[in-house]
């Protein structure tokens, strides 16, 4: 039975999640852009927070918008911004794993930029302070919070953010974005996907044969955190086939392997996937019991070599057995003796009789249509026969609208069998029980087409095959 393998990549994969609404990025499809951020102590009257374009999208940071802080001249050094409690943040407990916060910021001079996590209740273990070192550029600073892990206070749902703090005289422009953990999370998911020889991997490595794999997924978001993918890559072995055959054999593709040797055929199915399979083909034609008529005969006569018993479908020659050369023949087989004249012998002489089949094409049944078939007493049922595989070479004539027409059946109508379905052009294939299926595959009228079904109860599995392409397969 011909197998059809379409290669399985298993990828278990380790990836970076956020439970909380992070990172804080103010893209329009991402967090922080629609959240309502307060503003305080940074003018009699504070300027709102502004989601803008980004400033100079160079660097670390390259993002399209940003946020933007004005502390007025009058602001204090402790004027800022938050979030509101709850849905916006999101809500997290404190750990180990996220216990590092970084944030992007852009300043014109150097000095502390705070950080605040705060409870729903508006509790606080206060703010971490870290200085900017660069100016008129992005930088990406880190607040560590891992002296507060453990703590009894350890639930947070608002952040506050201190752009900027310092005693000042003037008014200043503060920009900061993608506040997010520093500290990163993994979680493991699978993918299965079907390929038919080789697999890309979400890194660009391509992968060709077995083996198990590591791929790694460098600074996988804004924050420097990598993913990394576990790849269990199969590659399917080519199968091998021993046949030993009275004749050329018509392998799945519908290719003909006309004589002995090794021989690989490759069919595709109907998502593109080729399949390779090698055939160790032996052809041989039974051995048969030669005579001679008389084994000693005199100068100038001639006799008969006769041939016990012949296959049909074989073509039987007599030769000199010194050089091959042709005495009679060639005779086709009958399934019963031949005999062939020696003609005149004139000294001793060593015959052969040589045997070759014919083209798989060359013999054909013929029906009429009507009352013509084949009844044969094999049991194909699911019982009997859990793996079969019926194929042949067909030449419809013409398509009833009418009628099915049967092309093989078992028992009736409902159990196993191929069809072509009244009232279409297609091939129906009745996998046993009254189920079935149409093919995809039209029947093509006054041609030759080699048609292959594969049952395969095993895996709930029914296969179809035309000029060896697979178009239906019934799970």
Known sequence: MKKIYLLCVVLFISIISFAQNFPVDFEPSGFGASWTWTTFESGSIPPPLEIVANP?????NTS???????????????AGCETGHGSEV???????????????VYKTKISDVGLKLVTPSNAS???V???NTVINQWEELTFDFSSYVGNTISYYDQIVVFPDWEVRSQEDTIYFDNIGWGGCTSSSSDL??????????PSGNVLSTSGSYQDVLVNGNAFGCDSIISIDFTVPTIPTYTLRTCSPYVAPSGAILPSTGVYFDTITSNVGCETVSKYDLTISVEDETVTAAQSTVCPNVSTTIDLASSQVGTSYTLRNDADNAIIDGPIDGTGGSLSFNTGVITSDMTYNVYAERGGVLGECLSFDGEDDYVNTNMNINSISYPELTFEAWIYPTSIYNS????????GSVNQRGLFIQAGTDNWFVVVGNGGGFWSTATVDVNQWQHIAVVYDEANNAVRFYKNGVEYTELV
């Not at 999101?90 to 992007?104: E, P, Q």
Request: glycine share 6%; charged share 10%; hydrophobic share 45%.
């Open 125 to 127: 273990l206060g703010v």
């Open 192 to 201: 299965t996907v079907s390929n038919c020889n080789v697999y890309t991997t």
């Open 90 to 104: 999101g809500g997290f407990t404190l750990s180990t794993a996220n216990a590092k916060i970084k944030m992007m």
């Open 56 to 60: 100079d999208p160079s660097g670390v």
């Open 129 to 131: 302070k870290v200085a």
């Open 403 to 410: 009628v099915r027409q049967t092309i093989f059946t078992h």
């Open 64 to 78: 399209a918008t940003v946020a933007k802080f004005i502390a007025l001249d009058s602001a204090q050094a402790f």
